[in-house]
């Protein structure tokens, strides 16, 4: 063959926008000139700004993008390495302490359009029923604002237009199926499912996750190298730079990327917009009507006490004093077995087989709530890290143990840290290179997150052992960051309300997984995208009160589910599944 089946490769071209060899953006995007007052004004263009910039766009709303980092040309910027993939977190100094830190930068947030879905690994459960109503049930953590009935539609919504391959039938919480198919099994997912049958745990392959497993309009299907939370080049994993950001730009929003948001502008107990660091660093403002803060659990409490002013000396939004508390993360254990025969982890994505059967409150349990197991396919550089910590291996040591890397097999335990006021977010002394205060971050386990640790992994371990693993060990560490400026029906415990309209400025909203009360043991990426998706419906049905100059005024407190706003290709596809 002389030429490659869809031609050369094109470079970038005046107007034109490649975020692969196959899929681009070959219209023009829209720019609002520099004194212009637009609609909409949002922070962060990740997992939840992607979402709600495609949404306000399409129903016409004049909306403008801020993103720290770059606009990604994916063919270009991106690459199939681990250490040559670090431009995709956000690196910036942070500060981390307590007795517990965690850690910051690649595992729990990204820089640049699509923000930190374009290196999540791609899981896409739902939330369960009971992860809305853990203290009215349990006793502990917080119930949130709504119910899981009123969030269904949008997971239902979001799992198309993502879309989620998966199982026909889902056993766990509100059970359920997925509309395209799953995906084949890999060699970490087979020993997780012939571990769970010996045991007679009931366990799902090939999915909920958020990868094609055959061609999508303009993507293209997965092709099993394993390089999911470096980027996917090849276009069959989900971000929202892929899925919705296009679809924005077609309809009009602007995306001012390389552009730090320094702080949110008040007047008369009004937002009028933001003042941000334009790409050559010099500061601009952009007025907006309303703005959306949507940064994530780290820089949206950042900003929002960076932006501290008269009438707001404690940062905006925090009359309760809780903007930055109740921060979160995930257990996130990853438990390696080593085999006899070859399990070549990088063969398959990283997400593509679950059990969630010990997800809930056991009574039998010391603890509340649970955990559940997933797979894992850390690529040489995570796995070398990993056997540092597990097995102290060093020097020929690690050498040895590097030339099995193929005959290792990782599951992760994802278990449930409850809202505790203590982990939180505050303002260092330190700055940055903008000159702002540096988010602080202090973190603590409890008794009960500590308990739900030691039965993951022990439940984890029993799961290798029975697949037929020679040797099993362990590193302790985190997943999944949300909390910090949570949703309640209370202004005083409380920082929103349930679509994100903070209680102290009606016309400043916060949207993204800071706004978790609590967190489950799912992966939160397709609730933060669904609430995403119900915040622009509240959005649209009321924009003739908060676009006005009494936005505090409004008419429709109960929004419908519009169904007429998926990105184009998306709606109304895949296979019926029955439940």
């Given at each position: 063959?002389?030429?490659?089946?869809?031609?050369?490769?094109?470079?970038?071209?005046?107007?034109?926008?490649?975020?692969?060899?196959?899929?681009?953006?070959?219209?023009?995007?829209?720019?609002?000139?520099?004194?212009?007052?637009?609609?909409?004004?949002?922070?962060?263009?990740?997992?939840?700004?992607?979402?709600?910039?495609?949404?306000?766009?399409?129903?016409?709303?004049?909306?403008?993008?801020?993103?720290?980092?770059?606009?990604?040309e994916t063919e270009r910027d991106w690459v199939s390495d681990?250490?040559?993939?670090?431009?995709?977190?956000?690196?910036?100094?942070?500060?981390?302490?307590?007795?517990?830190?965690?850690?910051?930068?690649?595992?729990?947030?990204?820089?640049?359009?699509?923000?930190?879905?374009?290196?999540?690994?791609?899981?896409?459960?739902?939330?369960?029923?009971?992860?809305?109503?853990?203290?009215?049930?349990?006793?502990?953590?917080?119930?949130?604002?709504?119910?899981?009935?009123?969030?269904?539609?949008?997971?239902?919504?979001?799992?198309?237009?993502?879309?989620?391959?998966?199982?026909?039938?889902?056993?766990?919480?509100?059970?359920?199926?997925?509309?395209?198919?799953?995906?084949?099994?890999?060699?970490?997912?087979?020993?997780?499912?012939?571990?769970?049958?010996?045991?007679?745990?009931?366990?799902?392959?090939?999915?909920?996750?958020?990868?094609?497993?055959?061609?999508?309009?303009?993507?293209?299907?997965?092709?099993?190298?394993?390089?999911?939370?470096?980027?996917?080049?090849?276009?069959?994993?989900?971000?929202?730079?892929?899925?919705?950001?296009?679809?924005?730009?077609?309809?009009?929003?602007?995306?001012?990327?390389?552009?730090?948001?320094?702080?949110?502008?008040?007047?008369?107990?009004?937002?009028?917009?933001?003042?941000?660091?334009?790409?050559?660093?010099?500061?601009?403002?952009?007025?907006?009507?309303?703005?959306?803060?949507?940064?994530?659990?780290?820089?949206t409490p950042r900003l929002l006490l960076n932006s501290a002013?008269?009438?707001?000396?404690?940062?905006?939004?925090?009359?309760?004093?809780?903007?930055?508390?109740?921060?979160?993360?995930?257990?996130?254990?990853?438990?390696?077995?080593?085999?006899?025969?070859?399990?070549?982890?990088?063969?398959?994505?990283?997400?593509?087989?679950?059990?969630?059967?010990?997800?809930?409150?056991?009574?039998?349990?010391?603890?509340?709530?649970?955990?559940?197991?997933?797979?894992v396919g850390p690529l040489p550089i995570a796995f070398a890290?990993?056997?540092?910590?597990?097995?102290?291996?060093?020097?020929?040591?690690?050498?040895?143990?590097?030339?099995?890397?193929?005959?290792?097999?990782?599951?992760?335990?994802?278990?449930?840290?409850?809202?505790?006021?203590?982990?939180?977010?505050?303002?260092?002394?330190?700055?940055?290179?903008?000159?702002?205060?540096?988010?602080?971050?202090?973190?603590?386990?409890?008794?009960?997150?500590?308990?739900?640790?030691?039965?993951?992994?022990?439940?984890?371990?029993?799961?290798?052992?029975?697949?037929?693993?020679?040797?099993?060990?362990?590193?302790?560490?985190?997943?999944?960051?949300?909390?910090?400026?949570?949703?309640?029906?209370?202004?005083?415990?409380?920082?929103?309300?349930?679509?994100?309209?903070?209680?102290?400025?009606?016309?400043?909203?916060?949207?993204?997984?800071?706004?978790?009360?609590?967190?489950?043991?799912?992966?939160?990426?397709?609730?933060?995208?669904?609430?995403?998706?119900?915040?622009?419906?509240?959005?649209?049905?009321?924009?003739?009160?908060?676009?006005?100059?009494?936005?505090?005024?409004?008419?429709?407190?109960?929004?419908?589910?519009?169904?007429?706003?998926?990105?184009?290709?998306?709606?109304?596809?895949?296979?019926?599944?029955?439940?």
């Amino acid at each position: 063959m002389k030429k490659p089946i869809l031609g050369a490769f094109e470079g970038p071209k005046p107007g034109k926008h490649m975020l692969g060899p196959v899929q681009k953006i070959d219209f023009p995007m829209h720019h609002f000139a520099p004194d212009e007052e637009v609609d909409v004004c949002i922070v962060g263009v990740g997992s939840a700004g992607g979402v709600l910039i495609q949404r306000l766009a399409r129903a016409g709303f004049r909306v403008v993008g801020m993103e720290a980092g770059p606009f990604w040309e994916t063919e270009r910027d991106w690459v199939s390495d681990e250490a040559g993939s670090s431009k995709l977190y956000w690196n910036d100094l942070r500060i981390t302490g307590g007795k517990d830190p965690i850690t910051l930068g690649a595992n729990n947030s990204g820089h640049g359009v699509g923000g930190g879905s374009v290196h999540w690994a791609g899981f896409t459960p739902r939330f369960h029923p009971s992860d809305f109503h853990v203290l009215s049930s349990d006793g502990m953590g917080a119930d949130w604002p709504i119910s899981y009935e009123e969030l269904k539609p949008y997971y239902e919504l979001l799992e198309a237009e993502i879309p989620v391959s998966g199982p026909a039938y889902y056993p766990w919480g509100d059970p359920h199926g997925y509309i395209y198919g799953p995906h084949p099994l890999g060699g970490v997912g087979d020993v997780l499912v012939k571990g769970c049958t010996k045991l007679g745990i009931p366990v799902v392959a090939g999915g909920p996750v958020a990868i094609l497993a055959g061609s999508h309009g303009d993507r293209q299907h997965c092709i099993y190298r394993g390089f999911c939370i470096q980027g996917c080049k090849v276009g069959a994993k989900q971000s929202t730079l892929i899925s919705h950001v296009p679809d924005a730009i077609r309809h009009g929003a602007e995306i001012r990327a390389n552009c730090m948001v320094s702080r949110i502008n008040m007047k008369n107990g009004r937002t009028t917009g933001v003042t941000y660091f334009d790409p050559d660093g010099h500061e601009r403002e952009l007025k907006a009507k309303v703005v959306i803060v949507s940064g994530y659990a780290i820089e949206t409490p950042r900003l929002l006490l960076n932006s501290a002013c008269p009438g707001f000396e404690q940062g905006l939004a925090n009359s309760s004093g809780t903007v930055g508390k109740y921060l979160m993360v995930q257990i996130g254990n990853v438990v390696l077995g080593r085999f006899e025969d070859p399990i070549r982890m990088y063969k398959a994505p990283p997400a593509h087989a679950l059990t969630e059967e010990f997800y809930e409150t056991n009574p039998k349990n010391d603890f509340i709530r649970g955990f559940a197991i997933q797979t894992v396919g850390p690529l040489p550089i995570a796995f070398a890290k990993q056997m540092l910590v597990a097995k102290g291996a060093w020097g020929w040591g690690m050498r040895r143990v590097m030339m099995d890397y193929n005959h290792w097999a990782a599951l992760g335990v994802l278990g449930e840290i409850l809202p505790w006021e203590d982990n939180r977010v505050e303002l260092a002394d330190e700055t940055d290179q903008f000159g702002l205060r540096v988010a602080k971050v202090t973190f603590n386990l409890h008794d009960n997150d500590k308990k739900i640790a030691q039965a993951g992994v022990k439940k984890t371990t029993e799961v290798m052992q029975a697949a037929g693993a020679q040797e099993v060990v362990q590193e302790s560490r985190y997943a999944h960051l949300v909390g910090g400026a949570r949703m309640g029906s209370d202004p005083s415990t409380s920082v929103a309300n349930s679509f994100g309209r903070t209680h102290d400025i009606p016309n400043l909203f916060v949207c993204d997984g800071s706004l978790l009360p609590t967190q489950g043991s799912a992966n939160p990426g397709l609730t933060i995208q669904a609430l995403a998706a119900r915040t622009a419906d509240y959005l649209i049905s009321n924009a003739g009160d908060v676009l006005s100059s009494h936005p505090e005024r409004i008419s429709v407190t109960d929004p419908p589910v519009r169904r007429n706003l998926s990105p184009a290709g998306t709606a109304n596809k895949g296979v019926p599944r029955l439940v």
